[in-house]
């Protein structure tokens, strides 16, 4: 089971993510102050910089941008492995996604996708000739973007998307080391990933413990 956790300000936190096991790295990184938990260019070229070298990690930029210039540009920037496109789903149509694909080739896409009832199944359908990845999260309006909600959503039809399409799928949403095995159980997703349960209580700094506590619990789950 992959892991991903989100959303890392500094080269410390990333340095310990990656040594306590997690795949994929993640920041939201930005100029334009969308983004409560956004850093500069700079500060995450920083934190890539702290694992590129000693530690087999993904690195994931996260942007809630759907402007295609502004989103070449964080990828030319921090060059990431793999952005993360976390925007308003309305704002971002497949055929925009197409667009970027053929713009950034070498950059991995990973497609947020709002779960929300059987439509949803579809709509994971039209993406994934575009996509890399798949990262199914709840989606609140009173947020900016799709996740971070520390919400869970509705895992069986996030199974039926698991079972339909054919790229990897990232479950996301309110996953903790207290639900995350069962999760992994009901959707069997390809990675699973966490933000707000891997915190330090009202925080947004990162907890080592919690990190450490949800590897555990979501690569042990089928022992």
């Known amino acids: 089971m992959k892991i991903q956790i989100y959303s890392h300000k500094t080269p410390e936190d990333a340095l310990m993510s990656a040594k306590l096991g997690v795949d994929f790295v993640g920041v939201a990184t930005g100029e334009r102050g969308r983004l409560p938990l956004e850093v500069s260019y700079a500060r995450c070229r920083d934190i890539f910089s702290a694992v ?56 991995k896409i990973m497609q947020a996708i709002p779960v929300i009832d059987e439509i949803t199944i579809d709509l994971s359908l039209r993406y994934q000739a575009f996509c890399d990845y798949i990262i199914l999260d709840t989606d609140i309006k009173s947020f900016t973007g799709i996740g971070a909600t520390g919400s869970t959503h509705d895992w069986s039809i996030s199974s039926k998307i698991v079972e339909s399409v ?16 069962e999760a992994i159980r009901i959707v069997k997703p390809w990675c699973v990933d966490s933000f707000t349960h891997t915190n330090i209580f009202d925080s947004r700094a990162k907890d080592p413990e919690k990190i450490r506590s949800f590897v555990e619990s979501a690569t042990n789950c089928y022992e």
């Open 52 to 107: 590129s070298n000693d530690y087999h990690v993904s690195k994931v930029a996260l942007t809630v941008s759907d402007d295609l210039d502004e989103i070449v540009e964080t990828v030319a920037q921090v060059k990431p492995d793999v952005i993360h496109l976390s925007g308003d789903i309305d704002s971002m149509p497949v055929g925009k996604v197409a667009k970027l694909k053929g713009i950034i080739s070498s950059t």
């Open 166 to 181: 054919n790229i990897p799928v990232v479950l996301a949403g309110g996953l903790s080391s207290q639900n995350v095995a």
